[in-house]
């Protein structure tokens, strides 16, 4: 079994609302000093059966296909 983990993120540039809400909330709560807040998806997941660079393949095509929209979010793959 293969276990893995994609994080989903905005890309720099495209606007951020709930991170912003994020941020308000935080100061509204007196945490000082929080210049930024991006927020992001992950994803855990465990593939049976697969070898590691069919996972790898797969893991890329589920991101392209379904968990990341790749017009305004980066995605990055980890496998254990």
């Given at each position: 079994?293969?276990?893995?983990r994609v994080t989903v993120t905005l890309k720099n ?38 070898d590691r660079s069919k996972a790898e393949a797969d ?22």
């Open positions: 079994m293969i276990k893995a540039g495209v606007l951020d609302p709930q991170g912003k809400a994020i941020e308000g909330a935080l100061g509204a709560l007196d945490f000082s000093g929080v210049a930024s807040v991006r927020q992001g998806k992950v994803f855990d997941l465990e593939l049976e059966g697969a893991l890329k095509a589920m991101c392209e296909k379904l968990l990341a929209n790749t017009v305004i979010e980066n995605y990055q793959v980890e496998i254990a």
